[in-house]
């Protein structure tokens, strides 16, 4: 047994050595803060998620994927066992950061994927979020399960079923995920395949929507949530403080008073639209969540707020001088999804988190770039040796 476990680890190559200790360590962080945290995730949308969890029965707004996901995690551990669920997610979340070195491994090579998993591995936007019942865990799980996709050797075909099969069961996780929809079909070559397959898939559950006469009226209600007389683009609108004041309409009243809102309040909408657009650059922290699991310590706190900004400058930089065939798609997708926010519906900080991944894939393809070329000889006309690696 002994020499047997010893020829494997001999046998082992960098590679997976790399990533084995890159997903361990993830584990390692994520299962210590797991263990330490005093934090009860017990209000607000995280109660919501508990209330729904505990009391059976399939919601569909919001939609059912994480109330199943924590059930089953009650079921098997008890009752608000909130230990049991950052483990759960910490086990999710670490295996994540592995999914983001194969991500970054097909489209930039090891040596940026190394880069990309290390920074995912200790990334505090990453390991907060464990420790919530909230869905941005499993989200991410999910987003990142969709760029491995999209950057894989699969056939075009298959990209494109198993595309729209992925982004609707992302969906009923986190339906902001239907955001990736637009990148997803102009980085895609079987298009029509793709929209065929998407619209079959959505279709059940439209139907069983209808059938019980829960259609959902969140596209609506988010909607005018941006684009009303409270809101500035800046902060969280309540429905009360609203003229339509009511959670309960359809979607058509709360459409058809956000573009009234919007002929009317031409110069507003375009700051409204300007605000939303900064908060893609701003600082990292949610606060009305992370304040009760970080506490007051100034190292936690300051920490979640700036650890986004190097990722993003790095990550701007990285497509800017980066983006190929292979990768190209990762930045469809970035822009689709923050693009569909500044102008669609309320963007959150948090909301952001789902696309923090690709920007650290296009940081490590900066970072890796520039260390090669730092390394490698010059030739005469001054041009680079150095080689994608794979």
Known sequence: MAHSITEYVRRISKRDAALLVIVLLALILRLYMAFTCTAAPDF???????????????????????????????EVFGPRNYLAVFIVQGIIS????????????????????????????VYPNFLVYNLTTMSETLGLFFAVLIFCLLVSDAGDGVKAVAGAFLLVAACAVR?????????????LKKRTLFIVATLLLVSPWVIYSVSVGKVTNRPGRAFYKTYNPKSSGRQFVKFADTPLSRTDLPNRVYFSEAFSFMAHNKWKTIDIIYNKAAMIFSRGWDQHFMQRVVGRDNRW???????????????????????????????????????????????????????????????????????????SPRGPAGGSGAVRDG
Request: zero cysteines; aromatic letters at 14%.
């Open 44 to 74: 607000s949308d995280m109660e919501t998620y508990n209330r729904l969890a505990l009391q059976g029965g399939i919601s569909v707004s919001p939609p059912p994927g994480y109330p199943l996901f924590l059930r089953a995690i009650y």
């Open 94 to 121: 670490a295996i994540t950061a592995g999914l983001i070195f194969l991500a970054a491994e097909k489209a930039a090579g090891t040596r940026a994927a190394v880069i990309a998993a290390s920074i995912a591995a």
């Open 175 to 187: 339906p902001v995920l239907i955001y990736f929809w637009p990148g997803m079909l102009t980085g």
């Open 301 to 375: 706190v300051f920490l979640m707020i700036y650890s986004f900004v190097p990722v993003m400058l790095l990550g701007m930089a990285g497509m800017i001088t980066g983006i190929d065939g292979k990768n190209r798609i990762l930045a469809y997708l970035l822009i689709s999804y923050l693009a569909a926010f500044v102008f669609l519906a309320i963007f959150k900080v948090r909301y952001r988190l789902l696309v923090e991944p690709i920007f650290i894939i296009f940081s490590a393809i900066f970072v890796d770039r520039v260390v090669r070329n730092s390394r």
